[in-house]
């Protein structure tokens, strides 16, 4: 009996160390740090994972307090005395572990209460898991997403600070808009703006008010073909598709006489966007220019009347016997009459603007051989010209020249006028020349002098009613400052223009057209 | 107009006239009195009859009771206008037949086209006609054969 319990003993022992080899393989595999303490919280043993991790053998950790592996030792001890009460394992707890390794490592504790068969408390299996990768992990993790976070808040304030901009230039524009909306609304001259096809977008009160229109109906309409008052189809009338610039002076109505521009809009491309049409009122510097020439010509008239008496009274004088008056009082009469002359062709002069204002003086046009027209003009000058050794040019460049459709007299008072000058302001010697070119629609002529010149200054004046650039006024006393002015006045009676270059003491080009006569 | 059967009887000095006719009336008519004395010297110098009214009315009687070869005749007049007065003379049988020379110191274009559409045979400027000039038109029209 005895030797079968010691067989069965030893069969027992045998088990048992095989559980125990068993135990050992399984703890020593176990890739968790688990060590086991007894009821007063002494390590007695630990498996390999918790030797690698604490960095303690075996030995050395066996107879450690088990709190003393850590840096939070009261907080492990209250851990250990809660698990000690549960039933159950109790949750884990993240603590430092002092590693002799690897120092200061977090770990996750966990810990489970050991009892007897009996019930009774026999001590605690306590497990250490380091999860400081992982907490590294998650602290850069944080500290990722709280940079990003405040990547996110910056990016926000700047989003914020474009949008506040954004709202300032917006406010900028808006102020800008109404700047220039209240300009337009205020602007004494009319305003007329047109898209690219012509339609209008835009009129302002003054063009409103000047075109007899109201805005309602003209807005989207074709500003081209217009009927929507008698003046605005007057306006429509007169302009040109084609044209991007132009300027003309319309007679709306007897009291309305407007100076009209048309300005190309273009984007920074240099594309047409559209044009505004400006309507400038000039019906008071109008009426005041038309008292100015009632008053030259009845002031002329006027003087004429006088002045044909004191002329006949000379002429009288000068015609009588030679006994009756004195040689040297003839003298002084012939130069009465002189002057009485020169006076006289002032007046006429006056009168001539006159003829030239006149609107719708009696023009005659018709077909005109320019190069006749020359010529006679060369013949008056002659002997002028040749006093003062000036020689007249002409050069065609055509062997032909075409017909222009002119007024014959009118024409001729152009070319007068400007081989006039040119002698009047050639001091000494040189040429004049005139040229002419044929032009698909007109004439180009021009005359070149190698006088005077006209000051830079001056320039601008020149074609002003009364106006004489201070050195002619040296050069030639006599003269009235009308030539010019009514030159101008016939050439664009004609439909033509009129320009020139000039170089103060080298001498001046007039240009001017002439519409060429369509059979 | 029959010239031969008016003849004056005035007295004047007919020794170096042209023609071994009487001598020509004119009927001038001008406001200004020195125009109208220096014209008048003038004309009487060239051996005319001169008659002078200085305004319209006056111009009219002495033009039909006259009947003058040629009528010098002013547009700004006191009271009837010069274009009234040819007007007038060109609407009456007895005086229609006298050319009319308009001397006015008007001389734009449309006031050259309404005298001559009123009939007057020519338009002098005075302030751009010598006296002489004047005197030697009036003589050729007078002197030139009328219907």
Redesign the interface.
Known sequence: MAEQNNEELERMKEDLEDIEMYLQEFSAFLPLSVCSVNPIGVVISVNSAFENVSGYSALDSTGKRVEDFFVETEEVKAFLGETRESKNFTESKQVTLLSKSYGKRTVDLTASRRSDREGDFIGFFVGINDITELTDLQNRLEDKVAEQTQDLLLRTEELERSRREIMLALSNVEEERNKTFSLVMNLSDGLVYTDVEGNIEMINPQAEALLRVNHKEVLGTAVFASSASDRFQKLSASLNKDRGLEREVIEFSEDLVAEVSTVSINNEKGELVGRVIVLHDISKDKALDNLKVEFISVAA?QM??P???I???F??LL?SDDEKIAPELKRIVENGFESTNRI?KI??NF?DV??AETVN??YVFAPVNVQKVIEDVFSGVSIAAREKRVELLFENQDQVLPYVQADQERLGMIFQNLIENALKYTIKEGTITVKAEARPRDLLISVTDEGIGIPVQEQKNIFSKFFRAENAKKTETDGNGLGLHTTRRVVERHGGAIWFESVEGQGTTFYFTIPLYNK | MDETTQTPGEGTNTAESVTSESPKKVLAVED?L??KE??A??LSDDEFNVFYASNGDEALTIASTELPDVILLDILLPGMSGYEVLEKLKADENTKNIPVIILS??????DI?KGKALGAVDFL????N???AIVSRVREIATSPQA
């Open positions: 008239h004429r009347t002045l044909a008496a002329k006949w009274a002429e009288i015609s006289l007046v006429n009168l006159d003829a003086s009696d | 200004d020195f125009l220096l014209l010297g003038k110191n008007f001389g734009q274009p449309e086209e400027v005075k302030a751009n010598s006296l002489d």
